[in-house]
């Protein structure tokens, strides 16, 4: 997959088939979408182009709200749409200049003019342009002029996606895990960087990874200790992930952090993954470290139980 982080990089394909959206989560009901644009390009002899835009709209049009939360960070979204066989990636710095052109100017000079659309797929509750005046009937209206046909997306499959991002955000945020990963088709999961931590786990015998996210907008879900899996330098390891402030040695901040299983390697700075398999118990303030150190102990077996 080609990805593009601005519009005018990207030069015309032959037959383009061309679908947009923030597609947060590429999950299964993003994934119906995607599956049908490369059959509409195979069938024609060409080529899938993802429009998205980055930041997120809203983020631009309403700074005040700091609520906007994304269950990928763009780099993240990229990574799932390579899996599923993108050929190209658009990623639109989204600007109020962006967002004040009319409905045939975005048409005109951005699908036509600059991807070379030949088949649009889209939702009928799609809106672009100036004051979101652009939608399926203005598509509909200019695309004999401009010579490109126009595939509406079922209004069913526009409810279950929007369903299925909000029911995904929803269960991250109340530790329902097996939710959110079945409504994904692949298990959740945050990438970021190990940071030196103040190493009191491995006092206690449970060393971790700390996680910087360096993302404000990713999504994080709701604090406690889960079974998870951990990717570094291509190999994958066996954890002990938490989310939490660490209540028991009275903590400020929230952290991500994982006791990888047998592990003992220098990873400081190192790209880690960790995907979140299954929860195992909310967090938890304990009188001391010695009940928290037994408490681990029972958490380590009940992962390992569930990551057989």
């Not at 931590?197 to 200790?225: F, H, S, V, W």
């Amino acid at each position: 997959m080609k990805i593009y982080n601005n519009i005018d990089e990207f030069e015309p394909v032959k037959n383009a088939v061309v679908t947009i959206g923030t597609f947060d989560g590429v999950h299964l009901g993003h994934r119906k979408i995607i599956e049908g644009i490369k059959e509409l390009a195979k069938a024609s002899g060409g080529e899938t182009v993802i429009l998205t835009f980055f930041p997120h709209p809203r983020m631009i049009l309403h700074p005040e709200d700091q609520n906007i939360k994304m269950i990928n960070t763009i780099s993240e979204k990229a990574e799932l749409l390579e899996q599923l066989g993108v050929d190209h990636l658009i990623i639109t710095p989204f600007s109020r200049d962006f967002s004040n052109q009319t409905a045939e100017e975005y048409i005109r000079d951005v699908l036509v003019d600059k991807i070379g659309t030949k088949k649009i797929v889209i939702g009928y509750d799609h809106r672009f342009g100036k004051d979101r005046q652009g939608g399926l009937a203005e598509l509909q209206q200019l695309a004999p002029v401009y010579g490109f046909e126009v595939i509406e997306i079922p209004e069913q499959d526009i409810h279950d996606v929007a369903i299925s991002s909000t029911l995904i955000r929803k269960a991250l945020l109340n530790d329902e895990i097996d939710l959110a990963n079945e409504f994904l088709g692949y298990p959740f999961f945050v990438t970021g960087k190990v940071t030196r931590g103040d190493q009191i786990g491995r006092t206690i015998g449970y060393p971790t990874a700390n996680i910087m996210i360096e993302e404000a907008y990713k999504l994080i879900p709701a604090d406690g200790i889960f079974a998870v899996k951990v990717y570094l330098n291509n190999q994958e390891y066996k954890g002990m992930g938490y989310i939490g402030q660490r209540p028991t040695i009275n903590g400020m901040m929230r952290n991500i952090e994982v006791n990888i299983f047998d592990f003992n390697q220098d990873i400081y700075t190192q790209p880690i993954r960790m995907e979140l398999i299954k929860f195992v118990r909310g967090d938890v303030k304990f009188e001391s470290l010695d009940q928290l150190t037994e408490q681990l102990g029972k958490d380590k077996q009940a992962v390992l139980a569930l990551l057989q």
